[in-house]
Each structure stands twice: as C-alpha cells, then as structure tokens.
C-alpha cells in the first residue's frame, strides 16, 4: 500500500514540476458536481491516496452533500478536506479563473502512469470520485 500511495504521489509531484501556469485559489467552482455536471474520475491508485488524506483527518464515513458537491468540500469553510491529497483531475480541472483545462497531451505520459497503476491494483479504469473513494475506504 504505502509503494502504491508513493507512485500517485510521485505523478502529482511530476505534475506539478511541468511549466504550466496554474491559478487555483481554491475558488471551489470545480467542487460543485451538480452544478457543472462534472465529476472527477479516479483511478484505484488516486482512490487510495484520496481516502488515506481523508481518514488522516480522522474522518471515516465519507459524507453525502445535499448539494451534490464534492464530498471532501466542507460547508462551513469552502475548503478542500484533502487538498494536499486531491486527485488528478482536481489538479488539471477545467476552472476557466484558474488556467482551464490542461491538455491532455500535455499529461498523457501522467495519466499512462495513473492507469498503470490502476491495473496493477486489478481495477478497470476510473470511476466517479464518490464511489472510487467509498471503494477505497473499504479497502481498510
């Protein structure tokens, strides 16, 4: 578990060394599922990695928002429960204020990566962040 978490992390490390000019200050628009209809797809390794900065803060269960807002955003702050944790897709999301979508050439190599290490882990592709980290906490 602990070489799989490595090998995410080191792909959100390798991300975030690229010349690519990001402005996330974590306006939350990209937290808002239902509002945009979009949700980030995890693969198990990102899952995993989720789910290990969710129960560090202490938390089991993960919550389920009326709103159909990312369940890691808290109500009362706005703020990203794992942010330092937060998947792939949350680092190269489309939010227009912060820099748009980054190209996927420009992090196939990434994603090659991610997957990789998705099937190592006997998944079969990303799935909606909700249930890939509901799969992950029950992983132990």
């Keep these: 578990m602990k070489a799989t ?21 974590r306006r939350t628009e990209c937290c808002q599922f239902k509002r945009t209809g979009k949700t980030p797809q995890l693969t198990r390794g990102e899952a995993l990695v989720a789910a290990h900065g969710f129960r ?3 938390r089991k269960h ?28 949350c680092r190269t999301h489309f939010c227009q204020p912060a820099g748009g979508p980054l190209e996927r050439k420009d992090v196939l190599d ?14 079969d592709g990303p799935h909606a ?10 992983q132990g």
């Design 5 to 25: 978490l490595a090998s995410v992390r080191s792909v959100y490390t390798d991300l975030a060394r690229r010349p690519v000019r990001r402005d996330c200050l």
């Design 56 to 58: 560090s803060t202490g």
């Design 62 to 89: 993960l919550p389920e928002p009326q709103d159909g807002s990312c369940p890691f955003l808290l109500p009362q702050n706005q703020k990203c429960l794992i942010y330092e944790s937060r998947p792939f897709g």
């Design 110 to 123: 990434l994603i090659r990566r991610l997957e990789q290490i998705d099937t190592e882990l006997g998944g």
């Design 129 to 138: 962040l909700p249930q890939a980290v509901a799969w992950a906490l029950d």
